[in-house]
């Protein structure tokens, strides 16, 4: 197994692992690697869905996801993105990830990880990209550091509160998918690694609708600023699949969107799989 680094400051490729055959040894070398590099991308798999079940519990306990559509029928736990059509019905979730986000952000007990499986994969398009929010904050000017030290965000499901996000075209109006009543929740805007213990910028356009307590106007403009602070070109890596991917991200110190621009007719297929987490603090 070799481990290659994709940027100077986090993600990082693993070559020559077969993970449906992984001794603990090899294990342990892949969870040193995602907790340091906080993005892993495993080439070369093929794995069908109760393997990728397997290999996703060995990160944690399954997550469900909280829409009961796009789900893969005889294993609920795996989400389904695609941009497939057949018989004219999308057989899964066409952008679900189309802003800025880090997974689950609006549940009081966030997913510790991700993981996509690439089925299909189009010759153009359909990247995925990633930010490092250790870097995010680290890089931020003492001042601010001292300023959001404390400060606590709301964060919510609902993409029909939040001006920042449209609703992707396949949800109509979005009312029977984001407006299902899920409650906002509170979070540290500093989140603290359980594992690793850096400092995180846990905010996100997708999910952070204000700064708890403060004006709406001056929560925006603060929060205007801390997503430019993440959004540095130095901050990102950007994912351009090959069949048999499987990437895995740790959703407390990294954000991640789907980049769309599939040219057709590129097919785009993956599963995907999240792992419990623990309440941010
Ligand atoms: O489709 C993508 O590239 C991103 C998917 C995503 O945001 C997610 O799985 O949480």
């Not at 000017?141 to 709301?154: F, Q």
């Not at 919510?156 to 996000?165: G, H, T």
């Not at 351009?240 to 407390?252: A, F, P, Q, T, Y």
Request: aromatic letters at 8%; proline letters at 6%.
């Amino acid at each position: 197994m070799q481990i290659n680094k994709l940027t100077p400051s986090f993600a990082a490729e693993i070559v020559g692992a077969d993970v449906a055959a992984l001794t603990d040894a090899d294990f342990a070398a892949i969870m040193e690697a995602f907790l340091a590099y906080q993005v892993i991308v495993i080439r070369g798999q093929s794995l069908a869905p109760a393997e990728q079940k397997d290999f996703s519990r060995r990160f944690g306990e399954l997550d469900f996801h909280i829409s009961s559509k796009n789900k893969h029928k005889d294993h609920p736990e795996l989400l389904i993105l695609s941009n497939k059509k057949i018989n004219g019905e999308w057989v899964g979730a066409t952008a679900a990830g189309d802003e800025w986000h880090t997974d689950t952000q609006y549940t009081p007990v966030p997913s510790k990880c991700t993981m996509l499986h690439a089925l299909e994969v189009p010759e153009e398009g359909g990247e995925t990209a990633f930010i490092n929010t250790y870097a995010a904050f680290e890089d931020l000017d003492e001042a601010t550091r001292d300023r959001i030290a404390d400060l606590r965000s709301i964060n919510s499901w609902n993409r029909l509160k939040n001006p920042r996000v449209k609703v992707p075209e396949q949800h109509g109006d979005g009312k029977s998918t984001y407006d299902i009543g899920h409650p906002d929740v509170v979070h540290p805007i500093v989140r603290t690694h359980p594992e690793t213990g850096r400092k995180a910028l846990y905010v996100s356009p997708r999910h952070t609708l204000f700064v708890d307590g403060m004006d709406e106007d001056k929560s925006e403009e603060l929060l205007q600023e801390l997503f430019a602070a993440q959004q540095r070109p130095d901050h990102i890596y950007v994912h351009k699949w090959r069949l048999g991917d499987i990437v895995i991200w740790d959703n407390r110190c990294t954000l991640h969107k789907g980049m769309g621009g599939i040219k057709p007719p590129g097919i785009r297929h993956l599963h995907r799989t999240l792992m419990q987490g623990s309440v941010p603090v």
